[in-house]
C-alpha cells in the first residue's frame, strides 16, 4: 500500500513539472511572437514614414495688421496709402502695389516638421546669374515706420521645365532681431516677375536705422514639394539715410552662401545607457560645441533629431528643444528607446541630425552622425564599449559630418 501511494506521489509531481515546463514554452514563445508583431509593426510604420511625400499645404498668405507690435492708433496698418483700397489679391494676381503686409506667424521655439536636405539649386556661381533685385527703403519720421517696396526682379535663371517652371516669391526680414517678417505674394512662370509691393514696419526708432539689415530671399514656389531656394540679398542700412528721400536699390542676388564648407560641422557629445532586460536604449544629448555660423547674425539656433535604425531602416524619433543663439548649446535631455526583443543591439544604429531652425526657410542640415555596429572608428568603439558594459550610461564626443 505504501509503494502505491509513493508511486503516485511521484506521478502527480512529474506531471505537475510536466506541466509547468509546457506552459512556460508556451508563455515565452507567445512573448516573442508579440515582440516580433511589434518590431514588425514598427518598421512597417518607419517604413511607411519614409515612403509617403507629405504634402505641403497651399500657401495662402495670412493678411495682418502690422509686422510691428507698435503701431499709430487710428490708421489701417497694412496700407502704403490712405486711397489705396484694403482687398485681397490672390497668387495670380497683376504687378499692382499692394495693401496688404503678409507675415508668418509661427510660435517661438517650434519646429515643425521640416525636410532636413535643403533643395537648394546647384548653381555654378561663376558660370551663372541668379538676377537682380530692385527694391526701395524709405523712412517715415512721423510714424516712426521703416518703408520697403519690392519692386521687381529681372533675369531669373531658367528652371527645369519638368518642375513647372519659375514660381518666384520674397520673404523679407529683418536682422539682427528677426520680429519684423513678411513675404510677396507668388507670380507664376516668370523669370522676370513685377511686385511693386510695400511693406510697412512700425515702431523703428530712427537711431536703429544704422544696425538694421534687410534680408531678402528669393524662392520658386512648389505646391507638391519644398519651395526651392534661388538666392538671396543682404542689404545693411549702416551708412545709408532713408529719412530725407526714398533710395532706390538694385542688388545682385547671390546663391545661399550661409554654410561655411571650409569650418569644421563642430561636436556632439552623448550619453548611451544599454538595459537589456527591458530591451530598451537610453540615449542622452548633452551639448555641441564649435558649430558653424549658419546664420547672418553669426550664430545658429540649433536642435538635434535622433533616430533609431533596425537594419538600416528608421523605426523611432526623437528631437530635442530649440536652442537660440548659440554656437555652443546645451541640451541636456534624455529619450528612451525600445529595441526590439532577443535583437540586441548588433543590427541597431543611431543617427543624429544636427540643425539650424529657420522660421523663413527651410531648416538647414549643420552635421550628421551615426553610432552604431555598421560604424568605424570612435563611433564603433563607443557602440562597443555601451554593448559590453550594459546598464552603464557612457558619454563621449563626437565629430560632425556632412
Not at 530692385?134 to 510714424?143: H, R
Request: with cysteine.
Amino acid at each position: 500500500g505504501g509503494w502505491a501511494i509513493a508511486g503516485i506521489v511521484v506521478g502527480t509531481i512529474g506531471f505537475l513539472v510536466a506541466v509547468a515546463v509546457v506552459g512556460y514554452k508556451l508563455y515565452q514563445r507567445r512573448r516573442a511572437r508579440n515582440a516580433q508583431n511589434r518590431l514588425s509593426s514598427a518598421i512597417k510604420k518607419g517604413l511607411k514614414e519614409s515612403s509617403v511625400k507629405k504634402s505641403v499645404p497651399t500657401r495662402t498668405p495670412m493678411k495682418h495688421k502690422a509686422t510691428s507690435p507698435i503701431a499709430p492708433l487710428g490708421r489701417d496698418i497694412g496700407s502704403s496709402s490712405p486711397s489705396t483700397p484694403q482687398h485681397q489679391h490672390p497668387e495670380l494676381d497683376s504687378g499692382r502695389r499692394k495693401s496688404e503686409v503678409y507675415v508668418e506667424i509661427e510660435k517661438d521655439g517650434q519646429t515643425p516638421e521640416k525636410d532636413e536636405s535643403m533643395r537648394e539649386r546647384h548653381i555654378d556661381e561663376k558660370e551663372q546669374k541668379l538676377g537682380n533685385l530692385y527694391f526701395s527703403v524709405e523712412y517715415d519720421t512721423l510714424k516712426t515706420a521703416l518703408l520697403v517696396t519690392i519692386l521687381r526682379i529681372s533675369d531669373l535663371p531658367q528652371r527645369d521645365p519638368s518642375l513647372g517652371g519659375c514660381d518666384p516669391y520674397i520673404k523679407l526680414q529683418l536682422l539682427p532681431d528677426k520680429k519684423h517678417k513678411c513675404k510677396t505674394r507668388v507670380l507664376r512662370k516668370t523669370q522676370s516677375p513685377i511686385y511693386d509691393e510695400t511693406f510697412t514696419f512700425y515702431g523703428i526708432l530712427q537711431e536703429q536705422l544704422q544696425g538694421i539689415t534687410l534680408h531678402f530671399v528669393v524662392l520658386s514656389f512648389d505646391r507638391f514639394s519644398r519651395d526651392e531656394i534661388i538666392g538671396e540679398v543682404i542689404y545693411p542700412l549702416q551708412g545709408v539715410d532713408p529719412t530725407e528721400k526714398e533710395i532706390s536699390i538694385c542688388k545682385e542676388i547671390n546663391p545661399r552662401h550661409l554654410k561655411l564648407r571650409t569650418q569644421g560641422r563642430g561636436e556632439l557629445l552623448v550619453s548611451l545607457c544599454y538595459q537589456p532586460a527591458a530591451n530598451r536604449l537610453t540615449v542622452v544629448v548633452l551639448k555641441a560645441r564649435n558649430l558653424p555660423k549658419m546664420d547672418i547674425t553669426g550664430l545658429s539656433d540649433p536642435y538635434v533629431k535622433i533616430y533609431l535604425l533596425y537594419n538600416g531602416q528608421r523605426i523611432a524619433k526623437k528631437k530635442t528643444h530649440v536652442k537660440k543663439r548659440t554656437l555652443n548649446p546645451v541640451f541636456n535631455e534624455s529619450f528612451l528607446f525600445d529595441v526590439p526583443y532577443n535583437e540586441g543591439l548588433q543590427n541597431i544604429s543611431l543617427e543624429f541630425l544636427v540643425l539650424d531652425w529657420d522660421r523663413m526657410t527651410k531648416n538647414e542640415v549643420i552635421g550628421r552622425l551615426e553610432i552604431g555596429s555598421r560604424t568605424t572608428s570612435q563611433q564603433l568603439h563607443h557602440w562597443n564599449e555601451v554593448m559590453n558594459c550594459p546598464r552603464k550610461q557612457i558619454a563621449e564626443w563626437h565629430k560632425l559630418r556632412d
